[in-house]
């Protein structure tokens, strides 16, 4: 007999526990069974939509004593009374005539409140997290590189200005020092050094005033 089943199981709007013999349904309407009765519904929703036969049945409740079929009978008759059941009708048990009995129906396991969740449910919210994650950084990039720094926009040197005054007081030389910001100014900064010229380095030198020697 399947443990899960015995746990308890739904039959349409019915609520089935087994373990305490309890069919429950709607607006609080329950119905006790004797562990005889619960055996048998259990044996049905084991092999619910097939055709299980007296013997079956039997052997399950009473160890496949024949003499209690007439009991068989009557436990199927409390099984369709607890679900409104009518013999002429069936909407949950079908008797199949010299045969045995059919369960008709869908049995569906309850979800437990606390059900926890399964390792492959677990790693598809972990990596659509992951994913959900690297979009986000990747706005929050693109919004700041638009209006923060805007496309195609450098900032600024900030310069400096000094001084360089000769002994005679006469000759000035301004030298400029401009501090390059560290975002996206060290590749040029590499290309201009790789590009300077040897006279562009003479030329330079030249701006400097001859000092007079004094004797």
Same mark, same amino acid.
């Given at each position: 007999?399947?443990?899960?089943?015995?746990?308890?199981?739904?039959?349409?709007?019915?609520?089935? #526990?087994?373990?305490?013999?309890? $069919? =429950?349904?709607?607006?609080?309407?329950? +119905?006790? /069974?004797?562990?005889?009765?619960?055996? &048998?519904?259990?044996?049905?929703?084991?092999?619910?939509?097939?055709?299980?036969?007296?013997?079956?049945?039997?052997?399950?409740?009473?160890?496949?004593?024949?003499?209690?079929?007439?009991?068989?009978?009557?436990?199927?008759?409390?099984?369709?009374?607890?679900?409104?059941?009518?013999?002429?009708?069936?909407?949950?048990?079908?008797?199949?005539?010299?045969?045995?009995?059919?369960?008709?129906?869908?049995?569906?396991?309850? #979800?437990?409140?606390?059900?926890? $969740? =399964?390792?492959?449910?677990?790693?598809? +919210?972990? /990596?659509?997290?992951?994913?959900?994650? &690297?979009?986000?950084?990747?706005?929050?990039?693109?919004?700041?590189?638009?209006?923060?720094?805007?496309?195609?926009?450098?900032?600024?040197?900030?310069?400096?200005?000094?001084?360089?005054?000769?002994?005679?007081?006469?000759?000035?030389?301004?030298?400029?020092?401009?501090?390059?910001?560290?975002?996206?100014?060290?590749?040029?900064?590499?290309?201009?050094?790789?590009?300077?010229?040897?006279?562009?380095?003479?030329?330079?030198?030249?701006?400097?005033?001859?000092? =007079?020697?004094?004797?």
């Amino acid at each position: 007999m399947s443990s899960k089943l015995l746990q308890g199981f739904l039959l349409g709007p019915w609520k089935v #526990e087994p373990m305490r013999g309890v $069919v =429950s349904g709607a607006n609080d309407e329950t +119905h006790h /069974l004797e562990p005889k009765a619960m055996d &048998v519904f259990v044996c049905l929703a084991e092999h619910a939509n097939e055709v299980v036969t007296r013997d079956q049945l039997l052997d399950v409740a009473w160890g496949g004593n024949t003499a209690f079929d007439e009991q068989l009978t009557r436990v199927v008759g409390d099984l369709r009374r607890a679900l409104h059941d009518h013999p002429g009708d069936s909407t949950y048990i079908e008797t199949i005539p010299k045969r045995g009995y059919r369960l008709i129906g869908q049995i569906r396991l309850p #979800e437990s409140p606390g059900r926890s $969740v =399964s390792i492959t449910q677990f790693n598809k +919210h972990k /990596l659509s997290f992951g994913i959900f994650a &690297v979009l986000v950084l990747a706005i929050v990039y693109l919004v700041y590189d638009a209006f923060v720094i805007g496309p195609g926009q450098e900032e600024a040197p900030a310069t400096t200005s000094a001084q360089v005054e000769d002994i005679s007081g006469t000759n000035r030389w301004e030298m400029s020092i401009a501090v390059l910001p560290f975002v996206r100014q060290i590749p040029r900064v590499a290309a201009s050094a790789a590009t300077l010229r040897e006279d562009n380095v003479v030329q330079a030198v030249t701006r400097f005033p001859a000092r =007079s020697l004094e004797s």
